[in-house]
């Protein structure tokens, strides 16, 4: 990706740039919060809440004595507890020297090891939880399909496409060709079986009655997805869109266009486009992707970066507040185990260190999810908060997971580690830090 990219299709840089910061903020926010919350319930006083790094551009504080300030650079943020010398929580020497052991006491270096630790793990853990609660409220907005599988609404679809179809909306599918159809599982099995380009049938039930209507293949070539900073969205494919021919040749299903982006071998394909009555025409090149696998590992196919649609939305029904958390919690899993399997295989060699983005590759991503919808947005700050809570339990100095391991070390020993120990380790951390940016950055630009 070269920095000119970062001007996609759909709007400025300045989009960008803005997605970016609001995503990275909330975040933030809600990470220094934990850490403030926490220590505040463990007896631990914080001087600074403060959003972003640098001048200061508004600040106030409350009755608490603490500080809540906004910064110039929306990058980060702190807290800075009583004692603290910095924002990473170095002691301030001569200030703690002076302390009682009533004031100490709430300080991060004078609080017992227990308060100490819930405080650090706070910061991550609300991360996660933040997480969990945008899958849950995605889910809610979004609802669960009814089966057997149900028509809510007809996508909108080229009259050459629609097949003489005869679904209506409200319609219950009993069976799709010869093969029963009580839940989706069976009804993908029966879309599986159908030969490509034939007028299907369908057995209905409508208002009380069992018909056998034919309908549009049940997976024509239709967009319902696409990945932010794909080859897809850099040349502006949207959802809704619908591919009407690829290198000139017409395509019938979905699954043609799959077939033909997996054996491409990166070549440019031209794919001719319906968009709301409009035939459009775009050139890209797939990429190579590295796909996890269900075993845990790696798999590389040549794709654009969609996913394609049912020829009619399924009816919903607004699930329960537990299953909603339930599938907030599966996803959350689902993004620690992908990430952590990802890392693993790019350390080993296995797949591409290019899957690893930087600042750049993150707030085109960013800009790309707004793009989209509020939605798909919201569900960015979802995996973006998984992403940045799972990062700060790595057990590297300066992190979070780094502090949890010198208080592992002191549960273990009965002493901390020593002040020049500590100095050494959090010099080396924050050099490995500052490494693996600069590396990411790099991918930023010189990745394709």
């Known amino acids: ?71 110039a650079l929306p990058l980060g943020g702190y807290v800075r507890f009583l004692g603290d010398s910095n924002a990473a929580s170095g002691k301030d020497e001569g200030t703690l020297g002076e302390m009682d052991a009533k004031t100490r006491r709430n300080t991060m270096h004078g609080a017992p090891l227990w308060a100490r630790s819930a405080t650090v793990a706070a910061g991550p853990l609300f991360n996660f939880a933040l997480s969990i609660l945008v899958f849950a409220m995605v889910a809610l907005f979004r609802g669960e399909a009814v089966e057997p599988p149900t028509v809510g609404t007809l996508v909108d679809l080229p009259e050459s496409r629609l097949e003489q179809g005869g679904l209506r909306a409200g319609d219950r599918i009993l069976a799709l060709g010869s093969v029963e159809t009580p839940d989706y599982a069976a009804f993908y099995e029966a879309v599986d079986a159908l030969p490509i380009g034939e007028v299907p049938f369908y057995k209905v039930e409508r208002e009380g009655e069992t018909l056998r209507v034919p309908g549009p293949y049940p997976f024509p070539p239709l967009i319902q997805t696409v990945q932010p900073g794909s080859a897809a969205a850099q040349v502006g494919l949207k959802p809704g869109d619908v591919i009407l021919a690829l290198d000139g ?13 997996a054996e491409s071998g990166g070549r440019a394909l031209e794919l001719t486009v319906w968009r709301a009555g409009e035939t459009l025409r775009f050139d890209l090149t797939p990429r190579r992707v590295d796909l996890p696998l269900a075993d845990g590992g790696f798999e590389q196919r040549w794709l654009i970066g969609m996913t394609g649609g049912l020829s009619f939305d399924p009816a919903t029904r607004v699930p329960g507040v537990l299953g909603a958390l339930g599938y907030g919690v599966d996803q959350l899993f689902h993004i620690i185990r992908s990430s952590l399997s990802g890392l693993y295989h ?103």
């Open 346 to 448: 790019m350390v080993i060699g296995t797949i591409s260190s290019c899957n690893l983005s930087g600042p750049l590759g993150i707030a085109e991503s960013s800009g790309a999810a707004a793009s989209q919808g509020v939605v798909s947005f919201i569900w960015f700050i979802g995996m973006l908060s998984t992403a940045v809570g799972l990062l700060n339990l790595f057990p590297i100095p300066v992190l979070d997971g780094g502090h949890l391991v010198f208080y592992a070390y002191e549960a273990v020993t009965g002493r901390p580690p020593s002040d020049k120990a500590l100095r050494m380790l959090m010099g080396a951390g924050l050099a490995l830090i500052l490494t693996v940016m600069v590396f990411a950055l790099s991918n930023d630009i010189f990745c394709p």
């Open 1 to 71: 990706m070269d920095i000119l990219s970062l001007i996609p299709s759909f709007g400025s840089a300045a989009f960008t740039l803005v997605a970016f910061v609001v995503a990275l903020s909330v975040i933030v926010t809600v990470h220094e919060y934990g850490h403030y919350i926490v220590g505040r319930w463990s007896g631990i006083h914080s001087e600074v809440f403060s959003l972003g790094f640098g001048p200061v551009l508004f600040s106030r504080k409350d009755s608490r004595g603490t500080r809540w300030q906004i910064a």
């Open 249 to 261: 040749q017409e395509v019938s299903a979905f699954s043609q266009l799959q077939a033909v982006v």
